[in-house]
Every structure is written in C-alpha cells, then in structure tokens.
C-alpha cells in the first residue's frame, strides 16, 4: 500500500510539474477482490486525479475498469463496469464535469500476473 501511495504523489507531483500542458497522467485505484468499494487510498487516487482535471478545465478524461482473470467473461465485465461507474461518480462528486468522462469496461486483464493488479481502475486524463 505504501508503494500504491508512493506513486499517486509521484504522479501527481509528476503532472503538477508539467505546468497548463498536462500531457497524459494515469491514475491507478485498487479494488479487493469482486469489490467496487473505495476505500482510503483508492479515494486519494480519485481526488488527485480530479485535483489534476480541475486546473485543466476542458482535459479529456477516460476511466477503464479492469477485472481479475477468474470468474466468468460476463461476470468480469460486469464488475469491471461496476468499478468504472463508481470511479466516474466519484470524480463527479469531486467536482469533475461529467462530460468530460468517458467510461469503458475491459472485463478480464489475463495478461496481468497478479490479481491485485487486475482489479483496477484506470483514470487517464489525456492533455494536449
């Protein structure tokens, strides 16, 4: 967890540096297993990712869910769009405008070898 923390400071740090460009910064939040509940650190990772959008108005914002590679195609999907839906929710509620989200739902990440690492949510807020 501590290493999960580490990088959202360096990433927010890292976009914070890049002045009105702000390039494409990615923000990662972690889910236990067949959960779609924040918790402390997954909320930190939200609300840096909204600290960012919110000095660069109008910046394009994707969210991706992602699922562990168990269970069934629908099912991985499914909790993969459930996790996507309450990162886009949260962001709003951080006061990023819902029009500038796009949400999508990847279902299983095989190539991923630890579970952990699976169940994510990916923000990617993409500059110019």
């Known amino acids: ?3 999960f923390a580490a990088i959202c400071l360096l990433l927010v740090l890292s976009a914070c540096a890049q002045g ?9 939040v972690f889910f236990q297993e067949w959960s779609a509940n924040l918790d402390t650190e997954a909320q ?3 609300d840096a990712a909204a600290a ?3 000095q660069h108005p109008g910046v394009p914002v994707t969210v991706i869910g992602f699922a562990d ?13 459930l996790r996507a839906q309450v990162v886009v929710d ?11 989200i796009t949400r999508q ?3 299983s990440t095989a190539f991923v070898s630890m579970s952990l690492e699976s169940r994510r949510v990916e923000i990617v807020v993409n500059g110019k």
């Open 52 to 54: 960012i959008v919110k």
């Open 90 to 100: 949260a962001l709003i509620k951080d006061g990023v405008p819902a029009g500038q």
């Open 69 to 81: 590679p168990d269970g069934s195609p629908q099912a991985n999907i499914d909790i993969s769009r």
């Open 105 to 107: 739902a990847k279902g």
């Open 1 to 3: 967890m501590r290493r």
């Open 44 to 46: 930190a990772a939200v």
């Open 20 to 28: 009105p460009d702000v390039g494409t910064n990615r923000q990662v």
